[in-house]
């Protein structure tokens, strides 16, 4: 019999270019201490550890979870060490919930983190061979699909990266601060990879961000309003084969389906009030919002070109400012958890949106072949 | 507390030796060997949970290729830890804890023959205090060695009793093939070779390569993969004659310089065992990821095991060390013995990091509880 998990305390760092203010060891613990904090709890309150990034080849060190064992307080206790690519983070967090509904582990420290600034992640992406094409490179064909088969129109592109900018000017986290953000600045922006343009894609960062999970019997004493874990999923498939769909991989609609399964949603839309997604080139938010049952296919712009996903949209989208305004790539899928988790329990400050019950997370990897959902609720499940 | 009544119920393990296959190509038998062996067809599995290490194969994302071993299609729940594939068994033991599923499959895949592991695993130490420093993992098992001399806990004789024992264990390993190294990239003196008879004196009388430590006392850099499926209770019992239960597993870990801890103990491996059931008694083999001579004395004083334990009957790292695969090797040898009947209580051993930082027990039983029901 499993046991119920809830989030009792979340932390992230300020996500920059450069934290050269802060050690990689600075830069985890910075977050693992404000989820501490937050959860009122000390160091030695955690049974064990789960820490993600993307490729160790983005820092130059091999399995840098063994040097950062004292920075995370991990001494005497359980360490793992989860790598899923882009949806790292969101793996990280459902590991960490895994131990909890295990029964092993009372209390458990997730955390994903990446220091991009120490290396070249460009040259990491691309297999770590010079002049790659880079993230964008790979999945532009893929949205150029995208709006050739729904007819998108191109300022939908522009109106994600606007909204999700917007957004990160109310979050004190965030890294990219684009105060003077207009369409027609990122209509002008250079063209990268078409469609994408320079200002529809994700920076490149420094962040850590961590939650503290707990068992019913932890919640019940928890300092914060637990915030309750009402279904994880991940999903894996091959990232090239003669009638794969991209576009709409299957593994991340039955990852989808898995997780609504487990929380008995089934009418996403209705049901969910907010959702944290990956988005780190801005057509993919239309996409997402597809494969998750949010929009019928085909439709996603449309909920884009109506402002429902705005913050102040009947289905806001990255309230946060999303992977477009931080990615610390190993830490971006964390950060879509730790932004639910605020959001259902109401801390999300200056970009919480109202009435928030049932809030969703999501993250993917790879050749978008990853994928790791996550549905948070107030109620206990 | 978790259930116990999670069992090992296929497995299977490549070649030990270097090759130019790669790391999928590697897994792809293992994995087909150890489904059949549990009589699971592919996508019949729950969860899938594998362990690699970009690192070896010198690339980002190496784990996204070896999906193709287990034809992840349609798509599967899978993990992928950046760990020895015993932790990935750790994963899998623990996402079945949640009683939605009763099958799962675990790999462990690593290549160490299409890089340097010299200048590899020089890179793990601590970005500003260890590795600028340029300390190979073999010159840390030589300070670890010299370490263990010096408190009186073994002498160069020991080390070299042990060394002969896991060449004569060996000879009878069918697994175990032609290794790269053991010094790769750091070749000093001759590579006497890993299996084999070698007499004690013959051994002490071979040239050092890190003082005090000669190339038989330190394990070799091979290449190998392997895959273990679990399945829970019933299922475990209907799929297999003899399941192999996993009775307890824990790991711990310890503080990253090597002079922050005692290494002539390992102070983790013992509290992983306690956390993991055993609190002494009879063992009947431990397989110990040992990767030098003296780490072998460590552990067996760490674990406390009865003297007639038998260690390492495989050869144990030292005939071979597939890196990454090393740890789901030790726990496939225990458990081959429970299902061979050959034995009836085992311990498997799996370490990460340098000179024991991370050590993980798994405790594993072959006899039915009492009354049928665990």
């Avoid at chain 1, 949010?294 to 070109?305: E, F, K, N, P, S």
């Avoid at chain 2, 994302?61 to 950046?82: C, D, G, T």
């Avoid at chain 2, 006392?217 to 239960?245: M, T, Y």
Wanted: with cysteine; proline share 6%.
């Amino acid at each position: 019999m499993a046991e119920r998990c809830a989030v009792i305390g979340v932390g992230q760092t300020r996500h920059k270019r450069a934290r050269d203010d802060v050690s990689i060891p600075g830069l985890v613990r910075e977050a693992a201490a404000r989820a501490l904090e937050d959860a009122e709890l000390t160091w030695t309150d955690i049974d064990a550890v789960v820490v993600g990034k993307a490729p160790d080849a983005f820092e130059g060190i091999v399995q840098p979870e063994y040097f950062l064992a004292d920075a995370l307080g991990a001494n005497g206790k359980p360490l793992l060490r989860v790598h899923t690519a882009g949806s790292v983070g969101a793996s990280t967090f459902i590991a960490g919930s895994h131990l909890i509904r295990s029964g092993a582990f009372s209390r458990v420290l997730a955390i994903a983190w990446e220091k991009q600034s120490e290396g070249n992640a460009q040259w990491g992406l691309s297999g770590a061979r010079s002049r790659g094409t880079g993230a964008g490179g790979y999945f532009a064909p893929w949205l150029k699909t995208y709006i050739a088969e729904t007819g998108a129109p191109e300022h939908i592109g522009w109106l994600v990266a606007v909204k999700d900018r917007l957004n990160a000017l109310k979050n004190p986290y965030a890294h990219l601060r684009l105060a003077d953000i207009t369409v027609e600045k990122v209509a002008a922006s250079p063209m990268l990879w078409e469609p994408v343009r320079f200002l529809e894609s994700c920076p490149s960062s420094d962040g850590a961000a961590a939650a503290i999970l707990t068992n019913e019997a932890g919640a019940r004493r928890a300092a914060q309003r637990p915030v309750w874990v009402a279904a994880t999923s991940t999903r894996s498939e091959l990232g090239s084969f003669p009638g794969r769909d991209p576009v709409r991989p299957q593994a991340a609609i039955d990852c989808a389906r898995d997780a609504y399964r487990q929380a008995g949603i089934t009418e996403p839309r209705r049901e969910i009030d907010v959702a944290e997604l990956y988005v780190p080139f801005s057509w993919l938010e239309p996409i997402w919002l597809e494969v998750h049952g949010i929009a019928a296919q085909g439709d996603g712009w449309r909920l884009v070109a109506d402002g429902v996903t705005e913050l102040t949209g009947a289905f806001p989208v990255n309230p946060s400012g999303g992977v477009l305004s931080s990615n610390p790539i190993g830490a971006s899928g964390m950060i879509r958890c730790v932004e639910a988790v605020l959001q259902v329990r109401g801390g999300a400050g200056e970009h919480q949106v109202d009435g928030v019950r049932t809030a969703l997370a999501q993250a993917y990897g790879g050749s978008a072949q990853y994928f790791a959902t996550a549905v948070f609720r107030a109620a206990m499940p | 507390m978790p259930a116990s009544d999670i069992a090992i119920v296929g497995y299977a393990q490549s070649p030990i030796a270097a090759t130019s296959a790669s790391e999928v190509q590697l897994l792809l038998p293992v994995v087909r060997d150890a489904l059949a062996m549990a009589g699971l067809g592919y996508g019949e599995v729950g969860f899938t949970c594998s362990g690699s290490c970009d690192y070896l194969t010198g690339g980002p994302f190496a784990f996204l290729f070896n999906l193709e071993a287990v034809r992840a299609w349609p798509p599967i729940e899978e993990s992928h830890l950046e760990m020895d594939g015993a932790w990935a068994l750790y994963e899998a033991w623990i996402r079945l804890q949640g009683g939605d599923i009763d099958t799962a499959l675990v790999m462990g895949s690593g290549k160490s023959s299409s890089s340097r592991p010299a200048d590899v695993w020089t890179l793990q130490g601590d970005p500003y205090y260890l590795a600028p420093l340029g300390v190979d993992p073999l010159s840390l098992a030589g300070l670890q060695a010299r370490a263990l001399i010096d408190a009186g806990k073994a002498t160069e004789r020991d080390f070299a009793e042990v060394a002969v024992r896991s060449r004569r264990n060996a000879a009878s390993n069918p697994h175990i093939g032609a290794h790269v190294g053991p010094h790769v990239g750091a070749h000093v003196g001759p590579h006497l070779g890993a299996a084999g008879e070698l007499s004690v004196a013959a051994a002490l009388g071979s040239e050092y390569v890190r003082a005090p430590l000669r190339a038989h006392d330190l394990a070799p850099f091979s290449d190998g993969a392997a895959a273990v499926v679990l399945a829970r209770g019933d299922r475990a019992r209907s799929l297999c004659e003899r399941p192999v239960w996993i009775r307890g597993i824990d790991h711990r870990i310890e503080p990253h310089l090597p002079g922050f801890r005692d290494i002539t103990s390992s102070a983790s491996t013992s509290l992983a065992a306690r956390q993991a059931g055993y609190h002494g008694g009879p063992v009947d083999v431990a397989e110990l990821c040992a990767v030098s001579s003296p780490q072998e004395l460590i552990l067996r004083a760490a674990l406390g095991l009865p003297a007639d334990t038998l260690v390492n009957p495989s050869g144990g790292p030292l005939a071979g060390n597939p890196v990454i695969a090393t740890g789901l090797i030790r726990i496939i040898e225990a458990a081959s013995r429970i299902m061979n009947g050959s034995a009836d209580r085992a311990l498997a051993h799996a370490a990460g990091g340098q000179l024991l930082q991370q050590n993980l027990v798994c405790l594993l039983e072959g006899e039915l509880w009492p009354n049928g029901v665990p």
